[in-house]
Each structure stands twice: as structure tokens, then as C-alpha cells.
């Protein structure tokens, strides 16, 4: 659907005050631009330390958004699936899962691609929500582990990742993001989403 994109999810403490109007669902053509508008602007926060300014001006919320919007309209085999976060009607964050793309993972490896909520949305609870639903889409499509890449200087998000059970493996790359040849190490983290057994199932 998109290439492993990363970007701060974190959402430590809560919000005061109810919550009935956050939720997360399946991303309409609609949602596009205000997906592109999170995805340039947590991404040029989490480059920042990684790529040089001129780099950084290039991640255009209109790009992002076309990008989605051909995913959409012509997804690819597979589960493929883009999730937006709510606050009331309005798009705060998104996620992006599908099979894993990594040489060495097994049939029943599902990857979260992309993780991201808009600064000014944190700390209500948003990233969670979005990992809980994508969690429970790819166990639901028969995944027995979750993998992502976040980059190796994006603290914020590993630790959320961390915090929600993914563990680094040990894995990582060097990845090309820029036309002019700028790389950014990225780790990889996993987890096992395998459901635990149910005792009283086993009962007689």
C-alpha cells in the first residue's frame, strides 16, 4: 500500500474529560487529504534529525495524499488495510497494515507500515486505538505476529511501540528516503498477536 513510513504515535497519559467522539475506523477516499496533511506533518518531525531541511520541505501533504488515494482506489492482493483516527469527524491520525514484506518472515507475519497521529491530537488515547484495531485486523485475517520498522532516532514512537508489546529482534536497515541518496537506519520490532488460549475452552 505505501512504503514503511513511520512517525510519532505516543499517547502517554489521557485527556481529561469523556471521549465518546474518538474512534477509529476504515479510511475513505475522502479522509486522503487530511491523512497526507498527518502524514507530512509528523514525518517532517520525525526526519528532522535524520534529513537536511530541503529534504524535509519535499514530504507535501498532496503527495501523501495522492499516494493513498491510488491505494485505495486499486489496493493491492492481500490484506491491505488503512485505518483513520476520529476526533469527532475529523481525521488526527492514521495506520497502515498489510502482510510482512521481509525476506525472512513467515506466512503469518502482518506488518504495520505506518503509524502516526497529529501533534496536537496526543495524549487522548488516538495511537492506541489505531494499534488496537490494527492488531486486531491482522489477527482477525489470520496473523499470528506483527512487525514495524520505526526509525532508530525516533525514541517517542519506540517507546509507545514498547510500551504496547513490541519488542526490538535485532533486525535493521539502512533505507534510501530522499532522490539525493539520504538513508535512515530503521529497527525492527515484534510481537506475537497470537490470542491466548481460552481454559475453559478446553473443558469438558
Not at 488495510?81 to 510482512?100: E, T
Request: glycine share 8%; hydrophobic share 40%.
Amino acid at each position: 500500500m505505501a512504503e514503511h513510513q513511520h512517525g510519532h504515535a505516543h499517547d502517554h497519559g489521557h485527556a481529561p474529560g469523556p471521549l465518546a467522539d474518538a474512534s477509529v475506523r476504515l479510511a475513505r477516499e475522502t479522509d486522503t487529504p487530511a491523512v497526507g496533511l498527518v502524514q507530512a506533518t509528523v514525518w517532517r518531525e520525525a526526519y528532522a534529525a535524520v534529513l537536511p531541511q530541503e529534504v524535509l520541505d519535499q514530504f507535501e501533504p498532496q503527495a501523501f495524499a495522492s499516494v493513498w488515494r491510488r491505494s485505495l482506489a486499486a489496493p493491492p492482493d492481500g490484506v491491505y488495510r488503512l485505518l483513520v483516527a476520529l476526533a469527532g469527524d475529523q481525521v488526527v491520525g492514521f495506520a497502515s497494515i498489510g502482510p510482512s514484506q521481509d525476506p525472512d518472515a513467515s506466512p503469518e507475519t502482518g506488518e504495520l507500515t505506518a503509524i502516526a497521529v497529529h501533534p496536537q491530537a496526543r495524549r487522548a488515547g488516538h495511537g492506541s486505538r489505531l494499534l488496537n484495531a490494527a492488531v486486531d485486523t491482522l489477527r482477525g485475517a489470520g496473523a499470528e505476529l506483527v512487525a514495524t520498522w520505526v526509525l532508530s532516532t525516533d525514541e517517542d514512537t519506540r517507546a509507545f511501540l514498547a510500551a504496547s508489546g513490541l519488542s526490538p529482534d535485532g533486525a535493521y536497515r539502512d533505507r534510501v528516503v530522499s532522490e539525493g541518496g539520504d538513508t535512515a537506519r530503521e529497527v525492527r520490532l515484534l510481537a506475537n498477536i497470537t490470542p491466548p488460549e481460552d481454559p475453559a475452552a478446553e473443558s469438558p
